[in-house]
């Protein structure tokens, strides 16, 4: 399958100081919305009732975090008038001192999300200054008190031959629709990973439109009162109801990856897991620590999974992970003159690490770049060196390498 193009930077043709200097900036599959966000109104009610029935807005359905689509390379968005019958008339009709006042956790209701207004569409919805086609998204995945209206939507949709597209990776959506459906995904992933208080263990609510998860103080459910009775009880304390507290937001963990260029600039390192297809390298990654920068980690990093001691480190560009929710810090760094052997003894993670001379990092970008599931592009050569396809950040990375970072030529 054809790799899609990747997203163009904002403000991509602007000249200044800093793109002078440093290179234009580099945007990477998965950013590049085109949706405003515009999260300051995320708690407002009223605008996201009136953005909800909209005839402008679009929902994008999820089924265990699988899009609906017309085909892997196409989404489907449903509208208000299909989506009604599961998700009520209007969910936000209701302030959110009313709905948690309300909350009863023997009810199960599905996630909504708002994701943000389509700008390029200036002829839809318009709330004050703001104009747009509202998005959001849904998880339709059956389940608790709504799985028999889920499971009715999804065989509708299913019967006009539209498809939830399965597997691990979706990388062939063209760039503005996988930087919405990476949102979506993202924000539903971490919805459905925490439906109970981290301090507490008691059932978490979702508000401002799937943005944050509270432990409210009442639930109907523990209600001591007769059988019937709507009148809510005091659940037990929880630290997270006083002052303010991190638990409650979606959370992005940072993640470093690396093109490691030898001291002498003329070889690039990678390595391989022994689970990726024959011959098929990348750059190397890790997650960062608690307490640590970014430069630390791309040197703890190297130096655990290949055993090489880096100088220099750059960070170059960055790409949002939605698997589940990464932010690849992408770097180019360097080793010192005498930190360049391998040793893979201290971290088992890698099956192999290598030096690759430039010639051949630019020849496998050429010819033989594929996602890990797929087959070489044609051109390819068995035996030859492969590697990520454009879609991913380490591609971006090795490119810059062989395109001129190296001698601090301005190619970003």
């Known amino acids: 399958m054809p790799q899609p193009d990747l997203p163009k930077a904002a403000h991509a043709d602007l000249d200044s100081m800093l793109s002078r200097k440093f290179g234009k900036e580099v945007a990477n599959y998965f950013s590049g919305s085109r949706l405003n966000r515009v999260s300051f109104l995320r708690a407002n009610h009223s605008f996201l009732s009136a953005a909800l029935t909209h005839p402008s807005t679009a929902f994008l359905l999820l089924k265990d975090l699988a899009p609906l689509a017309k085909d892997p390379t196409r989404l489907e968005y449903a509208g208000y008038k299909d989506v009604w019958p599961l998700i009520g008339e ?10 948690i006042s309300d909350y ?14 389509d700008e390029t569409n200036m002829l839809g919805f ?3 200054v703001y104009k747009g086609s509202p998005f959001f998204a849904l998880d339709v995945t059956p389940k608790g008190s709504f799985e028999a209206r889920a499971n009715s939507l999804i065989r509708d949709f299913e019967a006009r031959g539209l498809i939830f597209i399965e597997g691990r990776l979706h990388m062939s959506l063209p760039a503005p629709e996988a930087a919405i459906y990476a949102q979506a995904r993202a924000l539903l992933d971490w919805n459905a990973r ?7 263990g008691q059932p978490t609510l979702s508000v401002q439109a799937g943005m944050k998860r509270i432990c409210p103080p009442k639930d109907i459910a523990f209600s001591s009162n007769s059988i019937g009775s709507t009148a809510p009880a005091d659940r037990p304390a929880c630290i997270t109801r006083k002052g303010i507290s991190n638990l409650s937001f979606p959370r992005t963990d940072p993640t470093v990856i690396m093109a490691v260029l030898s001291s002498d600039s003329r070889r690039v ?8 297809p024959k011959n098929w390298y990348s750059t190397l990654a890790g997650f960062v620590e608690p307490a640590e920068s970014v430069e630390e980690a791309v040197r703890r990093e190297a130096w655990e999974e290949t055993g090489v001691i880096l100088g220099r480190v750059v960070i170059y560009s960055t790409q949002p992970w939605p698997y589940p929710a990464n932010l690849m810090i992408g770097a180019i760094a360097q080793t010192i003159p005498d930190g360049e052997n391998i040793a893979l003894s201290h971290d088992p993670e890698l099956e192999d690490a290598k030096w ?21 592009t044609e051109g390819y050569k068995e035996g030859d060196l492969r590697l990520p396809p454009s879609t991913a950040i380490a591609n971006q990375l090795l490119a810059a390498v062989v395109g001129g970072f190296r001698w601090g030529l301005p190619t970003m």
């Open 104 to 117: 009863n956790s023997t009810i199960t209701t599905p996630q909504l999300l708002f994701l943000g207004l």
């Open 126 to 128: 318009e709330w004050t």
């Open 194 to 200: 925490n439906p109970y208080c981290a301090s507490c």
């Open 269 to 276: 390192l990678v390595g391989r897991q022994r689970r990726w």
């Open 356 to 376: 690759v001379e430039l010639e051949e990092i630019q020849e496998a970008l050429r010819v033989s770049t594929s996602g890990l599931e797929e087959e070489p």
């Open 90 to 99: 209007n969910p936000f009709l209701k302030t959110e001192e009313e709905i």
